[in-house]
């Protein structure tokens, strides 16, 4: 970034004036970082070593735990450190690496949604092909596929904000380094920031949303059309807790970036929830309720 009065870092002020908050703050995040951590870290293992777990639907779920470990990991540790040391001081390299690896984990968990909502329609609509469409090299190539897409699409974006220049201020008032907290102290943006921008919106945002939601339609009729409670009872219970994990993400992640940009608590408030607190909860929804993942745990504990 550009930046017109030689600045040479940022000024990270999440909680600015809540000096007497800070302890309790401090160990709010310290405890979801390391229960979110440990609990992905747990799903990731018993995924890894359970070989009935072998299959499309835990294999993304893994993957949906090494996404949550990273979307705090480039977070709160840094977050930590400035409220013990009382450091808020990041340097651009350090804020721009940060942006970095936020944009990556984003995009690969925006992906990962749809992949498991698609995997889920085939599995009640298409349940004779879900071997062949599912199959361990496909699953395999979509998962390489999507991180690829994650990283590639992250460097474009960082590219565009680079041209950016900086001169408002270089005070961020969030935990994080983002687009929004970047677009907020910048004074001139490029024509190639607002392209890139309204293609991430419509591929990692609209497109998934808009699958998502026609894959549900589409498994919600096929489930009405069951003759047998327990069939549709089965079927419910696999696609409730994608839904609801699904619904928690993108309504705080659309909720942070179209709130007002004054609502300073409001903004802080979203941020927490899909970068800390979802993180944590994913597991506990998604893979904790399943009783193949349970029964996995038991037995290796």
Request: proline residues 3%; contains cysteine.
């Amino acid at each position: 970034m550009k930046n017109e009065t030689s600045v040479q870092h940022f000024y990270i002020l999440p909680f600015s004036g809540e000096t007497r908050s800070k302890p309790f703050i401090t160990a709010f995040f310290f405890l979801i970082y390391v229960v979110g951590v440990l609990i992905n870290s747990s799903i990731i293992t018993v995924i890894c070593l359970e070989v009935q777990l072998h299959k499309p639907m835990y294999l993304f779920i893994c993957n949906l735990s090494i996404v949550d470990i990273l979307y705090t990991s480039v977070t709160v540790p840094k977050l930590l450190h400035m409220l013990l040391s009382g450091y808020h001081i990041v340097s651009f390299s350090q804020c721009y690496a940060q942006f970095y690896f936020i944009i990556v984990v984003s995009a690969v968990e925006d992906f990962l949604f749809f992949i498991m909502a698609y995997d889920r329609y085939v599995a009640i609509c298409d349940p004779l092909h879900y071997h062949r469409i599912m199959s361990q090299r496909h699953c395999i190539l979509i998962t390489v596929a999507i991180w690829v897409v994650g990283f590639l699409n992250s460097l474009m974006i960082l590219t565009s904000v680079l041209y950016m220049t900086s001169c408002h201020s270089n005070i961020i008032h969030k935990f994080f380094c983002d687009v929004k907290s970047l677009t907020k102290i910048s004074c001139t943006t490029t024509e190639m920031f607002f392209v890139v921008t309204g293609v991430e919106i419509v591929i990692f945002a609209g497109l998934p949303i808009m699958c998502t939601f026609a894959s549900y339609v589409k498994i919600l009729v096929i489930i009405f059309k069951m003759k047998s409670k327990e069939s549709q009872k089965k079927a419910f219970s696999t696609c409730s807790s994608h839904i609801t994990v699904f619904s928690i993400y993108y309504g705080a992640v659309l909720l942070g970036y179209l709130i007002p940009p004054y609502s300073v608590v409001l903004d802080t408030i979203f941020n927490i929830i899909y970068t800390t607190i979802t993180p944590m909860v994913n597991p506990i929804i998604y893979s904790l309720q399943n009783s193949n993942v349970q029964s996995a745990l038991l037995r290796l504990v």
